[in-house]
């Protein structure tokens, strides 16, 4: 389904009834990653999914794509759909736009979900790659930042033994736009460091991490949730940066589990 949101057609999704749950997807993936997860969420609560600006079936405009820009995105989605609040579920880049969506509507926020994703912003060699794996993706195509990517969002073990795993990341990835990509890695770059805000946040939260997760690694990600008032910490083990496709069904029980508490 599309929506005409901040002047842009956005797909989503839109499965199941009860606590309205919206999951973010992550870079260079499109809501097509959250395929397992609403087959399963959609008996128990409302999900939905959204095309982020630029991915998947989404408009493609003109960038950068800044993380609160999104939010704002994701939150005209909600008005549309007529939901007042909702629990924010996003995975890497999700995780930032969901950050993002809480500093600047907290009142919208029923819950957060923050799966393999960071707190920090990025420092400034951190920044500078994404710059230049901007520039590459305008310079040389979607498929130069896929390659590289993979390599990073899956566990050493599913790139070496699950071929299956390995082709889905790369289909769902290769049907974004070059310029999609490098507007949000711009975007990316420029995000706000949410340590201290989440530090602060009240609202009751999960935090997600894939055990063998290279980009956002497990000391990393529990030094930022300890200090999250009314969180849970969740490790999934054997999966990489993208544990809701490399262990579903870890992910979906932890998921489930905390939306069934809010659910009360």
Aim: aromatic share 4%; hydrophobic share 45%.
């Amino acid at each position: 389904m599309k929506a005409l949101i901040n002047g842009i057609d956005v797909e989503y999704r839109d499965e199941g009834r009860g606590i309205a749950v919206i999951l973010i997807h992550a870079f260079p993936m499109s809501q097509a990653m959250w395929d397992e997860q609403v087959a399963v969420l959609g008996r128990i609560c409302r999900v939905i999914t959204v095309d982020l600006r630029g991915f998947g079936d989404s408009d493609v405009p003109p960038g950068p794509y800044w993380m609160p820009l999104m939010a704002s995105d994701v939150r005209g989605l909600m008005s549309r759909l007529g939901i007042d609040a909702a629990v924010l579920m996003g995975l890497s880049m999700g995780g930032y736009v969901a950050m993002s969506f809480y500093r600047n509507f907290p009142d919208a926020v029923r819950g957060l979900i923050l799966a393999d994703t960071r707190a920090a912003a990025d420092n400034p060699e951190g920044r500078e790659r994404r710059l230049k794996s901007a520039e590459k993706a305008e310079r040389e195509g979607t498929e130069s930042i896929v390659d590289e990517m993979v390599q990073v969002l899956l566990s050493q073990a599913a790139i070496e033994t699950r071929p299956d795993v390995v082709s889905r990341v790369r289909r769902i990835a290769l049907q974004n736009q070059p310029g999609a990509l490098a507007a949000a890695q711009l975007g990316m770059a420029a995000r706000t460091d949410s340590a201290e805000m989440l530090a602060a946040a009240d609202c009751p939260s999960l935090v997600i991490v894939g055990s063998e997760d290279r980009l956002s690694t497990p000391g990393e990600t529990r030094g930022w949730q300890e200090r999250m008032p009314n969180s849970r910490l969740a490790v999934i083990e054997g999966a990489g940066h993208l544990s809701n496709i490399e262990q579903p069904d870890q992910f979906n029980r932890a998921v489930a589990e905390f939306i069934t508490t809010l659910a009360i």
